[in-house]
């Protein structure tokens, strides 16, 4: 009824969309305790669908490539979800030899993570992360991916594997912390120094008319006593 009407369909509550999404049949819920995504200081949770294929159910045997699974992790707070996740596809591109691409799939844009017997696709929502697809996959269906688009539209901008991270509380500096006062040592405030309001004691110099004072005689100028 809200696709009929234009309507978004809503968040769900426990993350995943327990119930059938076309030809995809649900078949499981699980909370997950393991976060893939962290972001420091973000309190998150995550939670977890898997979806067989009707012709799987039918002939009654299920393999790797009739099953796609549904991670969602939902945060406290929107700061840093977008950076934390681009910062992971980099390191799955780098470190783990992952294949990872930007692609538009679903009607989102999101990131291709292939590789390793592995096909997945991932995005950034406001205060989620989306990942679907499993193992023995070599794509992901997109009309479970524009199922989920649907409920968690993607923030993930275009370039954004080859360009700047995005902005994070990690990327901002960071305070110094500065020394406690010490009334005996007073530190300089180079900040509020003013030259002319400092008056450095000038040394007395004789003028050029002066007589100079007579030296001190050493012991080669003194005279033997008789």
Known sequence: MLAACGGTPPIPKRGVVEGDLGSWKFRRFQPVLDVEVWVEGNKA???????VTEAAEKRG?????????VFVTRYERPDGVLRETVKLARRLAAEQGYQVDETRLGGARTLSITG????????????????????????VPAAMVESYADRYPSQLPGGSLEGPLPPG??????????????????????????????????????????PAEPSKPTKRDRKPKP
């Open 169 to 210: 509380p990690d990327s901002e500096p960071r305070p110094v912390d500065q020394p406690a006062h010490d009334p005996d040592n007073p530190r300089p405030d180079l900040d509020k120094y003013d030259p002319k309001a400092v008056k450095i004691p000038e040394r007395a110099v004789a003028p050029p008319d002066a």
């Open 116 to 139: 390793n017997g592995e096909a997945w696709i991932m995005w950034p929502a406001k205060g989620h992360v989306v990942k679907i697809g499993g193992r023995g996959r070599d794509s």
């Open 45 to 51: 949770e995550a939670y977890t669908a898997s979806y």
């Open 61 to 69: 045997r299920v393999e790797d490539h009739d099953i796609v699974n």
